[in-house]
């Protein structure tokens, strides 16, 4: 190396010897073997020897007097440390990819058979939905608000308990044939072809439908009339069969849907119909595009009737989602029933007929300040059949909310749980991985694994949240505060007008904070409830969220130094 060359060089270990300390880019960890660091700009885990990093403690003011007393072996590796540091000089980060998918929640009233110590839900507003009014919702959604989206997420009952407003849904679910396009159009037909796709029609499934007695018209030789009777072939629930189809023709997704065809909703069934149909006679029909519109809803578990079983049943929402916030005395202390007795040995009971109905469970549960032990609400979700679960620290602003003085303790409940994961890995143990797949504990852990950043957290600003009223809202904590209200269904609003990109680097201190791209920043309902702008940090989550993308890191870096691959663990 050129002696100016060895100077800037020098120069520039120095610099990132000034970035490690400060912290501003790094996190650093140390092991019983190594030094590690999380760089943010990179988005990378990088080791160094402790050897090097004791002479960078004593001598950090002049790097050659470093490299003079490392052996060539430690030379080459810290060479490689820096080089790949520097190629990250600053910050870049991709910009957003527009999500094609549009995020819509629906209320369909505020009733519950629920008193819970956190509900959020305006208790003075007994409005409950109409189904003009849901599909005024989806009509919106789809024309005005997003109509590029490639598929429509749309959530029901969020401020209610759904079983109480089953009807509606029924209603709801009635309807969606309408919005998922799935029957033919004149266009799906090749014209050239017709006068074969007839013949072949006439050879194989004409005498099928006459065989089996069914009341379908055979049709003309016309387009028209095609059209008119593909559309009657959707409504058939034995149309796989009378179709001669395979499940080998089909993706492992698709399968499962087709398997579900004898108890799935009216919508699901045109679905799996027109893949039969396109598959079969995929020489006459074009495959079209059409965006899906997924209906989903979750439930407290306080009604397991035959009529709430084969809805959820018929919908396929798996796993279905429970709230339960743990053991018996943990839920009875957050979630009574309106008349004040626990809801807790109904719902026990309920999950059993979930289970018997086939129908998999996926738990929701909030953590409060009066039960911060996430380890010990996992243990029990597991003993009575959760597969999943999803716990979700209490918001801000009720009496069983995490402060600066209380939040220590559930940092003290993750630490148990991390610690868990650890010794079940050691055993090739990933089930607990797999339990909290998609929690907040393994959030971070998650999104270093992917090899994304997370620049955003949530939604917030580009879902719509819509009222029995027809409001439209940011947020479902925020419905009902009307400086968020951005106007009705019934008014002309841009989509111009609730698009605005708040990303993470944008909000304050978590500007140049090494964890950015792991957490995202805290939420904007919690930040303004406790700073009084949704653009601002919640303190008390900011430490919260930190705390878990530290533990995350280490949990990773373990995996690491003890050979057990990240893939394996999902």
């Not at 007393?69 to 490689?80: C, F, P």
């Not at 009339?225 to 997704?253: Q, W």
């Not at 202390?333 to 998999?360: P, V």
């Not at 009223?469 to 419905?479: A, D, N, Q, R, S």
């Amino acid at each position: 190396m050129e002696k100016n060359e060895k100077f800037i060089f020098n120069q520039n270990i120095l610099q990132i010897l000034d970035s490690l300390n400060n912290q501003k880019r790094f996190f650093r960890m140390e092991t019983e073997k190594k030094i590690w660091f999380y760089d943010s700009f990179s988005h990378g885990l990088y080791s160094i020897s402790k050897v090097f990093w004791k002479l960078v403690e004593e001598k950090s003011d002049n790097a050659s007097d470093i490299f003079a007393e490392l052996s060539l072996e430690d030379l080459a590796k810290v060479i490689g440390f820096f080089s790949a540091i520097y190629k990250c000089k600053s910050d870049y980060v991709n910009p957003l990819e527009p999500d094609t998918k549009c995020s819509v929640m629906i209320n369909t009233s505020n009733r519950c058979n629920l008193n819970c110590s956190y509900c959020y839900r305006n208790k003075n507003d007994i409005c409950l939905n109409n189904i003009e009014t849901v599909k005024k919702t989806m009509d919106f959604a789809m024309k005005k608000f997003r109509p590029d989206a490639s598929e429509y997420v749309i959530s029901y009952s969020m401020t209610s308990e759904s079983s109480v407003d089953l009807d509606l849904l029924k209603q709801i679910a009635e309807e969606y044939i309408n919005y998922e396009n799935y029957q033919f159009i004149s266009d799906d037909i090749f014209t050239e072809k017709i006068d074969e796709f007839y013949e072949r029609l006439n050879e194989e499934l004409f005498p099928r439908i006459k065989k089996n007695n069914l009341q379908i018209k055979i049709p003309e030789k016309t387009k028209e009339s095609l059209v008119e009777f593909l559309n009657k072939l959707l409504e058939l629930r034995n149309l796989y069969d009378l179709l001669h189809v395979t499940d080998r023709m089909f993706n492992d997704d698709a399968k499962y849907q087709i398997q579900k065809r004898n108890v799935c909703t009216k919508w699901k069934l045109f679905r799996i119909n027109r893949w039969c149909l396109e598959v079969i006679y995929d020489e006459y029909i074009e495959k079209r595009h059409v965006p899906y519109v997924t209906f989903w809803f979750m439930s407290n578990g306080t009604c397991a009737s035959p009529d709430f079983m084969d809805f959820i049943k018929a919908c396929d929402i798996s796993p279905f989602w429970i709230s339960i916030d743990g053991p018996e005395q943990v839920h009875n202390h957050n979630r009574r029933m309106n008349d004040g007795n626990g809801s807790y040995e109904r719902l026990l009971k309920n999950i059993e007929i979930f289970k018997e109905n086939g129908i998999k469970l996926k738990a929701s549960s909030v953590i409060t300040s009066y039960y911060p032990r996430p380890l010990e609400i996992i243990r029990h979700l597991q003993k009575i059949g959760f597969s999943e679960v999803s716990m979700t620290p209490v918001r801000p602003g009720t009496e069983c909310s995490f402060s600066s003085d209380t939040i220590k303790q559930l940092l003290d409940g993750y630490d148990c749980v991390f610690e868990e994961l650890k010794r079940n890995s050691l055993n090739e143990d990933f089930s607990l991985f797999r339990f909290l797949k998609e929690d907040l504990t393994l959030a971070a852990f998650n999104i270093f694994a992917g090899r994304t950043k997370l620049l955003k957290r949530c939604a917030f600003d580009e879902q719509i949240v819509v009222n029995s009223k027809g409001e439209i809202y940011p947020c479902l904590y925020f419905v009902g505060n009307k400086d968020f209200c951005y106007g009705n269904i019934d008014s002309e609003i841009e989509s111009q007008k609730i698009n605005h990109d708040i990303l993470v680097e944008h909000r304050g201190e978590c500007s140049d904070c090494w964890a950015r791209y792991l957490c995202s920043g805290t939420c904007f309902y919690g930040s303004f409830v406790s700073t009084g702008d949704y653009r601002n940090i919640d303190p008390v989550e900011c430490v919260l969220k930190k705390h878990l993308a530290e533990k995350c890191l280490e949990l990773i870096v373990f995996l690491k130094e003890n050979d057990i691959s990240i893939e394996r663990v999902y």
